[in-house]
């Protein structure tokens, strides 16, 4: 179905329309044989808490972005190609509803959906789209992908010492191998995770030892002792912006081809 879309004009004309929305913020998203699949609203689990954010789903890439207007202006466009996507879906827990995680090599973070007939329709239409693109690439699914961070506010002590207490003065980190929100001294090492960045990253003890021990051919990690809080900030920087004022009442997701069987 996706193929009858291509060279459609009212594909053209949906992606000009998505173009438009993040103005000079994104980047042109009119290439040839590109078809717009969906696109909705999800809530994105970030670092300090849930957000709205719109969403893109292409038959090869997936476009995200903060909510300026409503079906008018976006910003802060991220771009994930999607043979590099695996999706695994999460329980219900509390509040959380209809989520799934959407993992990467670089960056996974959890969605929710509004409704469960929506989280289905995401995960049927992204997981065809991947499996599509996969078989003509010939290229292999996503192998070890990046931890998906604890949000801030699950934890109020340290998850690797359990006694340091955060506050303004001791701030939470983040292990980058396993994601767990740990103080400084318990996260006061580096490591290399070349599949998610050429630069040694911050990781808690735990997985400190468990990654020398498994490379023990003497990888280039690096041990600091030192002060390492200036990089506890500006993590995740998509994070900063509110949600919009209000979120318009027709907010479903609009998917715009049955998927074959
Ligand atoms: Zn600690
Ligand atoms: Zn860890």
């Known amino acids: 179905m996706v193929d009858k879309l291509v060279n459609s004009e009212a594909n053209a004309r949906r992606i000009a329309m998505v173009e438009g929305c993040f103005g000079s913020s994104g980047h042109p998203l009119g290439i040839p044989g590109r078809v717009l699949v969906g696109e909705g609203v999800l809530t994105k689990m970030c670092r300090k808490k849930p957000k709205a ?12 972005g903060n909510i300026v207007i409503s079906k008018k202006k976006y910003n802060k466009q991220h771009i994930i190609p999607l043979e590099e996507i695996k999706l695994q879906s999460l329980e219900d827990d509390g509040p959380y509803r209809n989520g799934w995680l959407i993992c990467t090599a670089s960056k996974s973070f959890a ?3 509004a409704t469960a007939t929506e989280k289905a329709e995401w995960i049927a239409h992204i997981n065809k789209c991947v499996e599509d693109l996969l078989r003509k690439s010939g290229k292999k699914p996503l192998g070890e992908h990046a931890a998906v961070w604890v949000p801030d506010a699950e934890a109020n002590v340290c998850m ?3 006694k340091s207490q955060f506050n303004v003065l001791n701030r939470r980190h983040h292990c980058r191998k396993c994601g767990a929100v740990v103080c400084g001294p318990c996260s006061n090492k580096k490591f290399l ?5 050429a630069k040694p990253l ?6 400190h030892d468990v990654l020398t021990k498994t490379k023990n051919n003497g990888g280039p990690n690096v041990s600091l002792n030192g002060d390492l809080s200036m990089d506890s900030s500006g993590e995740d920087d998509d994070d900063d912006d509110e949600d919009p004022e209000n979120l318009s009442s027709s907010n479903e997701a609009k998917f715009y081809g049955e998927i074959q069987k």
């Open 53 to 64: 954010r719109q969403f893109f789903l292409f038959n090869d890439t997936l476009v995200y």
């Open 111 to 113: 969605v929710y959906a």
């Open 160 to 162: 690797h010492c359990n």
């Open 193 to 197: 995770l070349p599949v998610q960045s």
């Open 202 to 207: 911050r990781v808690c003890l735990t997985c």
